[in-house]
């Protein structure tokens, strides 16, 4: 191997996360905007099975949580160095918390979110307690139930991380992602049991953590893979070289595995047509586990490879646009819907024909972009800064510099 690409292979920064995050925020973005004019017309849309897809973003954002926030975990601890728990909370709240709760206040207060307006709902909505009921799980912030799965998955990360290091393995590292993993696909067996797929009240079963530990654990487990490349000088043995090997020379090959497998995913489970039927539970768990499959081909050149060889795919993840979007992501994912719910309200209507819907999405994009710079300038970058309150320690702080940056 190139001595360039082992060196790439051995980062601890990897700067191609930024636009990850972008892809998916403009993915649920886009979603967003698909349904409008899917569900406005009167006729069936054949295409549209493939739009409701689109919400493989949500386990984009999870893959990409689990990756940057265990690596350096997993790192430190292997390493029998102890991250500082105390800066590593003080930082996730600096990052999760006061841009979601000036973006709750705002848009409650523009929307009259009466469900909010009460002092059940400030507490209910306020601590991320909205997914644990089927009636609220979507109010509120709708997209936000994401993030009462983030904020269980910062609590249990530092545990799970501990356990592990007693071992100092990354075998160990390996079979416990595995079975977190499995854990996480027996879980919502039992669950879909207790409730079922296609309503709203399954929420409580199959929106929180649990639920969720399989895409994050897709990320996790590239955590797991990049630090035994690392510890190795930038090889893995057997079949996971291979791969790695694959990624670092052909980065489009596991991209066009990960569209094959969404394509896969849209054509065998739900249809997202209103005349259809709805998602069966068989399908939301095939569909759970390809999502699955997908977040780890997506993020394979991320990880590895010389992020400087400008291929295709890198070119695409290097795109300073792309980047920005990522820079600006979580305000722009927490604002996004309420600019297209307002949009809607001044254009007195949802589009109707493709053009139409092409300038409101144009819009309501730059809407988006918009509120999202000015919630990342002026409330996540200052409370960002005050990190510093909290010192991680000389030998913590490349864990915590790494993990600053990871949230929706």
Same mark, same amino acid.
């Given at each position: 191997m190139p001595a360039e690409a082992s060196d790439r292979t051995r980062q601890t920064h990897f700067p191609l996360f930024d636009s990850m995050r972008a892809i998916a925020a403009l993915t649920v973005f886009l979603i967003h905007c698909v349904y409008q004019i899917a569900v406005n017309r009167p006729e069936d849309h054949?295409?549209?099975?493939?739009?409701?897809?689109?919400?493989?973003?949500?386990?984009? $954002?999870?893959?990409?949580?689990?990756?940057? +926030?265990?690596?350096?975990?997993?790192?430190?601890?292997?390493? #029998?160095?102890?991250?500082?728990l105390k800066a590593y909370a003080w930082r996730r709240v600096l990052r999760i918390v006061p841009a979601y709760w000036v973006a709750l206040a705002v848009i409650t207060i523009w929307f009259d979110l009466r469900e909010v307006k009460s002092l059940e709902g400030v507490l209910r909505f306020g601590l991320f307690l909205q997914i644990y009921d089927g009636d609220t799980a979507l109010k509120g912030l709708g997209q936000a139930w994401t993030l009462g799965v983030e904020v269980t998955y910062y609590a249990f990360l530092p545990l799970f991380a501990i356990g592990i290091a007693r071992a100092r393995s990354i075998r160990t590292a390996s079979l416990g992602v595995g079975a977190l993993i499995v854990s996480s696909v027996l879980?919502?067996? $039992?669950?879909?049991? @207790?409730?079922?797929?296609?309503?709203?009240?399954? #929420?409580?079963?199959?929106?929180?953590?649990?639920? @969720?530990? /399989?895409?994050?654990?897709? #990320?996790m487990l590239l955590a797991v893979l990049s630090v035994a490349v690392a510890q190795r000088g930038g090889t893995a043995p057997g079949l996971w070289g291979r791969l790695v090997k694959l990624v670092e020379r052909r980065p489009a090959v596991p991209w066009l595995a990960a569209f094959a497998v969404w394509v896969l995913?849209?054509?065998?489970?739900?249809?997202?047509?209103?005349? #259809?039927?709805?998602?069966? /539970?068989? @399908?939301?768990?095939?569909?759970?586990? +390809?999502?699955?499959?997908?977040?780890?081909?997506?993020?394979?050149?991320?990880?590895?490879? /010389?992020?400087?060889?400008?291929?295709?795919?890198?070119?695409?993840?290097?795109?300073?646009? +792309?980047?920005?979007?990522?820079?600006?992501s979580y305000s722009f994912y927490l604002f996004h819907y309420a600019v297209i719910a307002q949009q809607a309200r001044w254009w007195d209507r949802f589009p109707t024909n493709p +053009?139409?819907?092409?300038?409101?999405?144009?819009?309501?994009l730059a809407g988006s972009v918009a509120l999202g710079s000015l919630g990342y300038f002026l409330v996540e970058k200052p409370f960002m800064s005050l990190k510093r309150l909290v010192p991680a320690g000389p030998r913590a702080a490349q864990v915590e510099a790494a993990q600053a940056r990871a949230a929706p």
């Open positions: 054949a295409w549209y099975r493939f739009g409701v897809h689109l919400d493989v973003a949500v386990p984009i $954002f999870f893959g990409v949580s689990g990756f940057l +926030l265990y690596r350096p975990f997993l790192a430190a601890t292997l390493a #029998g160095r102890a991250p500082s879980w919502k067996a $039992f669950a879909l049991t @207790q409730t079922d797929a296609a309503v709203e009240a399954s #929420g409580p079963w199959l929106y929180p953590l649990p639920s @969720q530990l /399989d895409h994050l654990g897709m #990320g995913c849209s054509l065998v489970t739900e249809s997202g047509s209103r005349y #259809g039927p709805p998602i069966t /539970d068989p @399908q939301y768990l095939v569909k759970h586990e +390809l999502y699955a499959l997908f977040v780890f081909l997506l993020l394979l050149p991320a990880v590895f490879g /010389d992020h400087e060889r400008r291929t295709l795919v890198r070119r695409v993840l290097a795109w300073r646009p +792309l980047v920005y979007v990522g820079t600006i +053009l139409e819907w092409t300038l409101w999405t144009a819009l309501a």
